[in-house]
Nanobody
Framework: EVQLVESGGGLVQAGGSLRLSCAAS????????VGWFRQAPGKEREGVSC??????NIYYADSVKGRFTISRARNTVYLQMNGLKPDDTADYYC??????????????????????????WGTGTPVTVSS
């Protein structure tokens, strides 16, 4: 079965840290860009971070620069989140796409994920940051 599975979410106090994982099952991340996205209640989905392929360039939304770090190891992509704020509270999703740099630039630093039709999309993991 082809799927992306996120894990690592939870409840943390402001200023704390979490590390999210995104594991691919039934396919590999080879030549796929992989990104993290989030959606808070009542808000639109927004891009958080992305690793492009095949160039390996990394993208961050301005709101998380300096606090979040994306990394990739074989078939798992991680999002290390430090200095968490209540505004970071959301369901976090990972997605993979054959679109390479365009996928990352459009969905993270450009107009956002919007209606972008991603090739693979996970079911999400919740992150709650208390003040």
């Amino acid at each position: 079965e082809v799927q992306l599975v996120e894990s690592g979410g939870g409840l943390v106090q402001a200023g704390g840290s979490l590390r999210l994982s995104c594991a691919a099952s039934g396919f590999t991340f080879d030549d796929l860009a992989v990104g993290w996205f989030r959606q808070a209640p009542g808000k639109e989905r927004e891009g958080v971070s992305c690793i492009s392929a095949p160039d390996g360039n990394i993208y961050y939304a301005d709101s998380v620069k300096g606090r979040f770090t994306i990394s990739r190891a074989r078939n798992t992509v991680y999002l290390q989140m430090n200095g968490l704020k209540p505004d970071d509270t959301a369901d976090y999703y990972c997605a993979a796409d054959k679109g390479g740099p365009a996928f990352c630039s459009i969905t993270i630093v450009g107009p956002g994920p919007g209606d972008y039709d991603m090739d693979y999309w996970g079911t999400g993991t919740p992150v709650t940051v208390s003040s």
